[in-house]
């Protein structure tokens, strides 16, 4: 984990309810190091990690090996497109920082509706458009949002957001200067579903 994005992630956690023998989907988990973070979350949670990077994945897997979760975690890669998994595999899904990365967001939220259980709930969480545009690594490549884009996102998708929550906070940026983030944790699902 980007040291910088523990905060992120401990809040998106909150915001997942996560219990006992709950099946999670984690897509981007990135180096894997707050995985026993989601574990010490209930007894038996079974912990699914999907990234684009092989080297993501073998990291975070060597990680788990290292770190005795092997057995209940499992990680696979994929082209950002179809989630190697049979439909209604999930109770929840999470994903931190990857949104701006998606090609196709139509066909992620595809697949999300068609792993998720019905009921299942995803958390969502990526950092504003404005302070993205302070940072200026994120100047290419990245589809930025704030709450009306993802809004918007979601009612296309025929997504419902049962919570959508701002949180600011201070952080070092990449060139170690102190900045005000602002990001946004939303808690989706399908809709019909709720
Ligand atoms: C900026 S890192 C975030 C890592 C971690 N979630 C965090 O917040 O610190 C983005 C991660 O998402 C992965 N990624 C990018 N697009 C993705 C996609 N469509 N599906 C799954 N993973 C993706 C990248 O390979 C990388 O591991």
Request: charged share 25%; glycine share 6%.
């Amino acid at each position: 984990m980007n040291d910088s994005n523990g905060g992120m992630i401990k809040n998106s956690l909150e915001a997942l309810h996560l219990k006992s023998n709950d099946k999670l989907l984690e897509l981007g988990h990135g180096n894997g190091k707050h995985i026993n973070l989601i574990l010490e979350k209930g007894d038996n949670i079974s912990y699914y990690g999907l990234d684009i990077s092989p080297l993501m994945s073998e990291e975070a897997r060597r990680h788990c090996q290292e770190n005795g979760f092997s057995t209940q975690t499992e990680f696979s890669t994929y082209d950002g497109l179809k989630m190697p998994y049979p439909d209604q595999s999930f109770d929840k899904i999470l994903t931190v920082n990857t949104l701006y990365f998606w090609d196709q967001p139509e066909e992620m939220f595809k697949e999300i509706r068609r792993v998720l259980k019905p009921n299942g709930i995803a958390t969502i969480t990526f950092v504003d458009e404005e302070t993205m545009k302070q940072q200026a690594f994120t100047e290419f490549g990245f589809t930025k949002y704030n709450k009306e884009k993802f809004e918007l996102l979601c009612k296309s998708n025929q997504f419902e957001i049962v919570e959508l929550t701002p949180i600011t906070e201070q952080i070092k940026s990449h060139l170690f200067q102190d900045i005000s983030r602002r990001y946004w944790i939303a808690s989706v699902n399908p809709k019909g579903e709720s």
